[in-house]
């Protein structure tokens, strides 16, 4: 059988798209940060409008926001906004687990333990990129198993507001690897289908999640208030 070996290419678009969303989450550029257009087409080297257009998928995904006076800066939010968040995402995700725990059947149990897998062998430290990416796979999972357009969408927005502080969240590495063991346990209690006992392995990583990001805006000014 001949396999596809057909490279997908990136536009320039698309590669300006990758720079900027990796400089926002490894913290180059942090929350309330100006993103300047006519700059960063000077320094990676390409026309404004590939960069334009990058900018404004960013601020569609609500990790860039603009401004009034015509400027874009990397989305910032107050401490109310992160526990408003945080609180909404207790309350879809518990209503997630509950719906999956009724319909879990067999290959949802083995994509659970798929993740499982992942969580305690795929990512180290130094690769916070890679795990906040399986993060987000796997409670993207656990939402879509809900099949509620609303909440779904929600999620995704509420998910895209707090992307860069996710990073934030995992930078002292007992919370990293605290937080391994979190989803891990979350897992085995859908898998026994104790949604009591998910829910409140998945209150506590939230929790511990949330109040890392709210240390770090107490103590860490922006470069750009």
Sequence with gaps: MIQNTKKIVLTIKDQVYNIIKENILSERYRPGEKV?????????????SPV???????VGEGLLESKPHHYVRVRKLTEKEILDVYELRLLVEQFAIEKLVETLDEETTKQL????????????????LKY???DTRF????????????????F???????TPFRVISLKSKERFE????????????????DAKKATEACRTH??????????????????NP
Excluded: W
């Design 36 to 48: 300047n257009e006519v700059l960063l087409a000077k320094e990676l080297g390409v026309s404004r």
């Design 132 to 134: 906040v990416e399986l």
């Design 52 to 58: 334009r257009s990058a900018i404004n998928e960013l």
């Design 139 to 154: 409670h993207t999972f656990l939402i879509n198993h809900t099949g509620n357009r609303l909440v779904i969408e929600t």
């Design 113 to 128: 333990r798929s993740f499982a897998n992942e969580f305690s062998t795929c990512c180290t430290y130094d690769q916070l």
């Design 206 to 223: 939230l929790t511990l999640a949330k109040n890392e990001i709210v240390r770090y805006l107490n103590k860490v000014p922006s470069r």
């Design 178 to 193: 605290e937080s391994i063991g979190e989803h891990v346990g979350m897992i085995e209690a859908l898998c026994e289908k």
């Design 156 to 162: 995704g927005r509420i998910g895209a507001m707090i």
